[in-house]
């Protein structure tokens, strides 16, 4: 079974501070991605990682910046916390099937529920 | 930009009754994928519909993906207390890894 783990189910931290989540997985898989979800507004892609140190933005970046250092790991860096990304964090993998026109199941991990007061 | 739009947005049903989501996009898919997530918990994959037209079966859910593959429905027959969630369509972003979710469906099941 895949597992993804995320460091932490619930932070809580105050605006202006640097905040590391972290998100591992143990199958091997290529893609890594960060979402957050709020109400109504569904799943949103921050982050994506295709390869190790590679990334590219999803559909709301701002804010966020990601590390990927090594296959199993990705992290997502809110350099200066605000009160607008208290939300859930989910950190997703997937297998690499780009090219074959089929997109790969993604496994999610427990996700984080971010505070920032 | 691409978009993936569900309704009803909520739905309370009693239990025993049928239930249905439905999922459209702005663009044609290649494929969609259907995720179930429990309250409290993290969205878990269901399904894969690949072809135009396609019917997929799960026990009581029943999977279609459009003609056009521009449009997708989940269909629960007889809920229970157990399909309680929210569910989510998901669609790849053509040439890319990345996927778009729908705004999700979230269910109630009233015993």
């Known amino acids: 079974d895949v597992k993804v783990t995320q460091s932490s189910r619930y932070l809580v931290k105050r605006t202006g501070e640097k905040v590391f989540l972290e998100c591992v997985q143990d199958?091997?898989?290529?893609?890594m991605f960060w979402y957050r979800q709020d109400p109504g507004l569904g799943l949103r892609l921050i982050y994506f990682?295709?390869?190790?140190?590679?990334?590219e933005k999803g559909d709301i970046p701002e804010g966020y910046s990601v590390s990927r250092e090594k296959k199993e790991r990705f992290s997502l860096i809110l350099e200066s916390a605000s009160t607008n990304q208290t939300s859930m964090y989910l950190c997703?993998?997937?297998?690499?099937?780009f090219g074959t026109g089929m997109t790969d199941t993604q496994y999610f991990g427990p996700g984080t529920r971010l505070t920032v007061l | 930009g691409q978009q993936v739009m569900q309704i009803p947005q909520y739905q309370h049903v009693q239990e025993g009754e049928d239930f249905t989501t439905y999922c459209n996009s702005s663009?044609?898919?290649?494929?969609i994928q259907w995720y179930k997530q429990r309250p409290g918990g993290h969205p878990v994959f269901l399904i894969q519909?690949?072809?135009?037209?396609e019917v997929k079966k799960q026990k009581r859910l029943t999977f279609q993906f459009g003609e056009a593959k521009k449009n997708s429905s989940l269909h629960i027959t007889a809920t229970q207390t157990t399909d309680v969630g929210t569910y989510f369509c998901?669609?790849?972003?053509?040439?890319?890894?990345?996927?778009?979710f729908g705004t999700g469906t979230r269910l109630k099941v009233l015993a």
């Open positions: 998901a669609g790849p972003n053509s040439g890319t890894y990345k996927y778009i």
């Open positions: 519909l690949v072809k135009s037209g």
């Open positions: 990682s295709y390869d190790v140190k590679m990334k």
């Open positions: 997703a993998s997937s297998l690499d099937k």
């Open positions: 663009t044609t898919l290649s494929n």
């Open positions: 199958m091997d898989h290529e893609n």
